[in-house]
């Protein structure tokens, strides 16, 4: 482990040096900076051509034929230094009689850096939001408020609404509008989000920090003993990457790549190299992908197990023991972490297998807490045999890179239904990923107001830890995956890549239900 971090610092040294020379000055500007750390198109590269010695222009051209183009070399988060407390979100607070709750998209500035001002975006705050907290069953009103300069509009990632209270692109409130939606959470005990989804505008509001958590709970998530003490056994975790400027602003424009946009910076919850202190005891983290494009594989510095619980949507049936999870944008996982068990002796983080950057370091007190167990039996999750003999009626196409993604060909028309499904009806789609002559890369591919059941990944049956609610799968360059789909409400969904950039490039459709 140690060696491999040394390895990568040595590498990302050496490419630092390289790009210096290329650069020919130290002062290189924000626009070099940026082509440096994107996957280029054509005009960049263009552009990185003068003034670049051979030597360099080589290094690029291998990296392109390694497949850098197809997102197989990304650049390395930052290490976490530890030095700053993890933030742990607010929790929305509700009129007790009724469940009402105001969710404003506000412009304000943060202090990311010590003593610099960021200007970022948040819902009741200036970046991210609060949890969201719902009862199964409940009937809750949110007055969604745009207090942006720029149209947004407010979506329930994973929640099973009516199309008009789901947020999509249709939905939208220009600037000082207001809406009140209402909708009953008829859903199983999960964790969530909420983003912003305006058609155009979506990569770069969640990137200026809209995204917060949503949490459901019922009979069953209360009785199955899991930690459940929000902030110090139960932990939300918002992980995402940004790239700063040298003023230390989010620049989107700047930053922009139209394969998905990579930072260097990795933030959790907000928070710059962030500490979690816990008990030695288990401790449940309700990780979310919340980044705009990269791939998290999380996994401990230890190499140690760990158990997950749930999936996108609720709770699997019985643990699943990991030793890893990788998590495409959108996707969430709620794994649980027995610290009573492990050598808190060595230094605990969680990192990103990925590229062995250290995510979270673990800061363990000699407090034991509660003994709480994981119980064997959680949920009731089942797939039919009805279900397993359904014909393909949807297939979904997923193809492209760059600004050229398709699904099924076309890009995304808000005038055109591009599928109808009735009510209530489970129906199976097929999602397949077409590679290109690069390879292709991983689409993490998403539908709207539902949760769906993975049958199948290229005929197999799925890997223990997906057999469970989801609605978000990563599907990756030349793999067929099964589902089992079906919408309890009415209205227009979308379904897309969840790579932002793709979505706003066009790999987006639209189902009818009717
Ligand atoms: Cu996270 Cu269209 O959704
Ligand atoms: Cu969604
Ligand atoms: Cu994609």
């Not at 040294?13 to 440096?36: D, F, P, R």
């Not at 990569?203 to 459901?216: D, F, K, M, P, R």
């Not at 990457?241 to 959790?268: C, P, R, V």
């Not at 999750?381 to 009805?386: G, L, P």
């Amino acid at each position: 482990m140690k060696r491999k971090i040394l390895l990568i610092v040595f590498i990302s040294l050496l490419t630092a040096l390289v790009l210096s020379a290329c650069g020919g000055n130290v002062e290189s500007t924000l626009e070099e900076e940026s082509s440096e750390n994107m996957n280029m198109n054509e005009e960049e590269s263009d552009s990185m051509e003068e003034g670049m010695d051979h030597s360099t222009m080589d290094m690029d051209d291998d990296a392109m034929e390694n497949g850098h183009m197809s997102h197989d070399e990304v650049i390395s988060l930052n290490d976490s230094t530890g030095e700053n407390k993890l933030k742990i979100p607010s929790v929305l607070e509700n009129d007790k009689e009724e469940v009402v709750y105001t969710v404003r998209a506000q412009k304000g500035e943060t202090e990311i850096f010590d003593g610099t001002k960021t200007k970022t975006y948040g819902y009741n705050g200036s970046f991210l939001g609060p949890v969201i907290r719902f009862s199964k069953g409940d009937t809750v009103k949110i007055r969604t408020i745009n207090e942006l300069d720029e149209e947004t509009t407010f979506h329930w990632h994973g929640l099973e609404v009516s199309g008009e209270a789901d947020g999509g692109p249709h939905n939208s409130l220009k600037p000082g509008e207001e809406e009140l939606i209402e909708f009953e959470v008829t859903q199983e005990a999960s964790t969530l989000w909420f983003h912003p989804h305006p058609e155009g505008k979506t990569s770069e509001q969640v990137y200026n920090g809209l995204a917060g958590l949503i949490y459901i709970e019922d009979d069953n998530s209360k009785s199955l003993g899991l930690p459940d003490e929000y902030g110090k056994n139960d932990i939300p975790l918002i992980f995402q990457d940004k790239t700063f400027d040298d003023e230390k602003q989010l620049n989107y424009s700047a930053a922009m790549n139209e394969d998905g946009t990579i930072g260097d910076t990795s933030l959790i919850n907000g928070t710059l190299n962030s500490e979690l202190t816990v008990n030695k005891e288990k401790v449940r983290l309700r990780l979310l992908n919340g980044s705009n494009a990269r791939n998290y594989t999380f996994k401990l510095n230890t190499g140690d197990s760990f158990v997950q619980v749930a999936t996108d949507g609720g709770f699997l049936n019985e643990p699943a023991t990991l030793n890893e999870i990788t998590l495409t944008p959108s996707e969430r996982a709620e794994i649980v972490i027995d610290f009573s068990q492990l050598n808190t002796e060595e230094e605990l983080a969680l990192i990103n297998e990925e590229d062995g950057s250290i995510l979270l370091p673990f800061d363990v007190t000699d407090q034991r807490g509660e003994d709480s167990s994981i119980p064997e039996e959680m949920n009731d999750f089942s797939i039919t045999e009805e279900e397993m003999k359904l014909p393909v009626t949807k297939k979904v196409e997923l193809f492209g890179m760059m600004d050229q993604v398709t699904i099924n060909g076309k890009k995304f028309d808000r005038e055109r239904i591009d599928f109808t499904q009735e009510q209530g009806v489970t129906e199976i789609w097929e999602i397949y990923n077409k590679p290109d002559e690069m390879g292709g890369m991983i689409h993490p591919f998403h539908i709207h107001g539902a949760q769906f059941k993975i049958l199948s990944r290229n005929g197999e049956e799925p890997p223990a830890n997906e057999r469970g609610w989801k609605d978000t799968i990563s599907v990756e360059p030349d793999e067929t995956v099964k589902i089992a789909v079906q919408f309890k409400h009415k209205g227009v969904y979308m379904f897309h890549c969840h790579i932002l950039e793709h979505e706003e490039n066009g790999m987006m459709g639209q189902v009818k239900v009717e």
